[in-house]
């Protein structure tokens, strides 16, 4: 617990804070989102290389604002000192936008996590603008950076529409040879999906959790219907997946699997395309599509999402770096793991 004189609140940790209350705040705050619940946070914890913060300003006994990420880092130590990164998705959220507030917060994030991680990224998720100019005074630098959201308050019509002619020809096709989209609620099935992810991000070089993360976000996040696991299976055989994380209007797609030996029934068209759908009809307003890199700089994740209709905004990153040393010596540890790997 910290006191701060300046605008007489008190700044507490989220593990002094009871979660119904903070939940609350992010519940009611206009962009209140699933990566700053105690649902998600509570997901991330040492056995999966992984550790969660937050931060509270409290004033006249009521929360105003919080902030709340995830540390993580990769290896063993002592090289795992080197990876470790504060990320908080969406940014602050603090009523009415009160930017000492912001200030304060901001300030205390960094005091207490500057033994803890080399840097800190905020990833932000709308239009931060309002608070752009403390980030910057405080000493955090901006990167453009993209995401891809859709509009579902259109029309069905309007939404299978804005997907390309080429995407629509091969979920055509996959209809047309017997691919079956559904939602995953069987434990045992859940655990292929896993697998499908787990073995797609090892084949295409990226981190990943272990199963037992993917397993412990079912329970967590599974049964309060905030994680929803979609599936396409032929034959029997599950071939392609997505995990998506919903809350309050929002899907935001989370991680995603597909067997290359199926590559010709087109899973990552014809299971984007469904989700789409399924989100329109149970009610949701937007789906978050997830990071589509930097603009000017080619990125064929980003082609290929964007063929889904969807619109490209740009909302960028805060970064601030806490060790600069430790940092320099990670990135060249990894460029040289990544060199020795190839």
């Not at 700044?11 to 009871?18: L, M, P, V, W």
């Not at 272990?210 to 994680?227: H, M, Q, S, V």
């Not at 068209?269 to 599509?289: A, M, T, V």
């Amino acid at each position: 617990m910290f006191y701060n004189k300046k605008v007489h609140t008190i700044i507490k940790s989220i593990y002094e804070i009871k979660p119904n209350k903070w939940n609350l705040l992010v519940e009611n705050h206009p962009n209140g989102n699933i990566f700053q619940t105690t649902d998600y946070l509570h997901l991330h914890t040492k056995r999966f290389n992984s550790n969660f913060f937050g931060y509270a300003a409290i004033k006249d006994g009521e929360i105003c604002g919080v902030i709340s990420g995830v540390i993580f880092y990769n290896y063993f130590f002592p090289f795992n000192c080197f990876t470790r990164r504060a990320i908080v998705i969406g940014g602050p959220l603090i009523d009415g936008n009160d930017l000492v507030i912001c200030e304060a917060l901001l300030k205390h994030l960094l005091t207490e996590l500057k033994n803890k991680a080399i840097y800190i990224q905020f990833r932000n998720l709308w239009d931060i603008e309002c608070y752009r100019s403390i980030f910057e005074e405080i000493g955090f630098t901006y990167e453009p950076h993209l995401d891809i959201l859709h509009d579902l308050s259109l029309d069905n019509e309007r939404i299978k529409s804005k997907v390309s002619k080429n995407k629509r020809g091969n979920i055509n096709k996959s209809i047309n040879k017997g691919l079956f989209f559904y939602e995953v609620t069987d434990r045992e099935e859940y655990k292929q999906c896993v697998d499908l992810v787990i073995q797609t991000y090892k084949r295409i070089g990226l981190p990943c959790f272990e199963k037992k993360y993917f397993l412990t976000a079912n329970e967590l996040l599974g049964k309060e219907g905030l994680l929803k696991t979609f599936a396409a299976k032929i034959d029997n055989h599950i071939i392609g997946t997505r995990m998506e994380l919903c809350y309050k209007d929002m899907v935001y797609d989370w991680y995603a699997g597909a067997d290359d030996d199926y590559k010709n029934y087109y899973p990552n068209d014809f299971i984007p395309y469904h989700i789409l759908l399924w989100s329109k009809e149970n009610g949701y307003k937007i789906f978050d599509f997830g990071g589509a890199g930097k603009p000017g700089v080619p990125y064929g994740v980003r082609d290929h999402k964007m063929k889904f209709g969807g619109k490209l905004v740009e909302n960028g990153r805060f970064e601030y770096i806490l060790q600069p040393l430790a940092m320099n010596i990670g990135k060249f540890g990894l460029a040289l793991l990544k060199k020795i790997k190839s």
